[in-house]
């Protein structure tokens, strides 16, 4: 069973910074996509940032010039960096995986998401 597990939320001002971390584990012999998406509350579920198995990135225009994501490959592990924290980051930031499953298909695998709070 693949888990993904998360950490690197938490509190902080607007201006700060955080890294979040998400690290997958179980039964897996690769992994193609990873990304993360947010969800603040009374809102849908969004696309924040994808990166892909050869490292090339996208971002949501919200977040692009203060988010990074990245990879490593060996430890199954994506990152977001977050610089700039506004108030409108405020949200549940959730991992997720894609993983490929035989030769054609894949399936998305979510973390449980962790609470990232910027203050004004």
């Known amino acids: 069973q693949v888990q993904l597990v998360e950490s690197g939320g938490g509190l902080v001002q607007a201006g700060g910074s955080l890294r979040l971390s998400c690290a997958a584990s179980?039964?897996?012999?690769?992994?193609?996509?990873m990304g993360w998406h947010r969800q603040a509350p009374g809102k849908q579920r969004e696309l924040v940032a994808t990166?892909?198995?050869?490292?090339?990135?996208t971002y949501a225009d919200s977040v692009k010039g203060r988010f990074t994501i990245s990879r490593d490959n060996a430890k199954n592990t994506v990152y977001l960096q977050m610089n700039s924290l506004k108030p409108e980051d405020t949200a549940v930031y959730y991992c997720?995986?894609?993983?490929?499953?035989?030769?054609?298909?894949?399936?998305?695998?979510w973390g449980q998401g962790t609470q990232v709070t910027v203050s004004s």
């Open positions: 997720n995986a894609d993983i490929p499953v035989g030769s054609r298909s894949s399936y998305k695998k």
């Open positions: 179980g039964s897996i012999f690769s992994i193609s996509g």
């Open positions: 990166i892909s198995s050869g490292g090339s990135t």
